[in-house]
T-cell receptor, first 113, second 114 residues
Framework: GENVEQHPSTLSVQEGDSAVIKCTYS??????FPWYKQELGKRPQLIID?????GEKKDQRIAVTLNKTAKHFSLHITETQPEDSAVYFC????????????FGTGTQLKVEL | DGGITQSPKYLFRKEGQNVTLSCEQN?????MYWYRQDPGQGLRLIYY???????QKGDIAEGYSVSREKKESFPLTVTSAQKNPTAFYLC?????????????FGDGTRLSIL
């Protein structure tokens, strides 16, 4: 089955700096890659997603890049703010897999003032 | 996300007891999912259902059971066979089972052992 690895497990940045979280996946049949933000004790919320037919997608301060050849995708947050502090999860979905998602282990992002 | 309701928010289980976690959605979604989340780990899939009266095991189904008698409801039973049930349980849904559409999550149920 699909395996998703996520790095780093913790990331601390200064307010206004950029943050980058990287994920790799194992199954070349994966075709959908969402990113979720989860605040302490709350539900994961989708912040951005990308499908395998595009290489990059941007939404204001958030962007995701996908390299299908290398089987990795990354989340980029620019001009970080304290409210960006949370745990971020990447995930991958394999074609025909019932829309099952395989999640990475999460990155705790802390934005310091 | 509005439309997915999990209850209760907190649940305590005694040893040898089965407990049932509720998940209801009014989004008219076909597919529903149950995940378990442990500290420092990602979400792991327990069971999923793509359509009413059908469900499949996920990666960690042992010690759990589900039913899907109604489109809007997908209850999860944590049985006494699950020896380490303490975790945060999340229910999710998506419009269709085989499409690249986002999963939307409920607020979760935190299960602890008495």
């Amino acid at each position: 089955g699909e395996n998703v690895e996520q790095h780093p497990s913790t990331l601390s940045v200064q307010e206004g700096d950029s943050a980058v979280i990287k994920c790799t996946y194992s199954d070349s049949a994966s075709n959908y890659f969402p990113w979720y933000k989860q605040e302490l004790g709350k539900r994961p919320q989708l912040i951005i997603d990308i499908r395998s037919n595009v290489g990059e997608k941007k939404d204001q301060r958030i962007a995701v890049t996908l390299n299908k050849t290398a089987k990795h995708f990354s989340l980029h947050i620019t001009e970080t703010q304290p409210e960006d502090s949370a745990v971020y999860f990447c995930a991958a979905r394999v074609t025909g897999g019932g829309n099952k998602l395989t999640f990475g282990t999460g990155t705790q992002l802390k934005v310091e003032l | 996300d509005g439309g997915i309701t999990q209850s209760p928010k907190y649940l305590f289980r005694k040893e040898g007891q089965n407990v049932t976690l509720s998940c209801e959605q009014n989004l008219n979604h076909d597919a529903m999912y149950w995940y378990r989340q442990d500290p420092g780990q990602g979400l792991r899939l327990i069971y999923y259902s793509q359509i009413v009266n059908d469900f499949q095991k996920g990666d960690i189904a042992e010690g759990y059971s589900v039913s899907r008698e109604k489109k809007e409801s997908f209850p999860l039973t944590v049985t006494s066979a699950q020896k380490n049930p303490t975790a945060f349980y999340l229910c999710a849904s998506t419009p269709q089972g085989n499409s690249n559409q986002p999963q939307h999550f409920g607020d979760g149920t935190r299960l602890s052992i008495l």
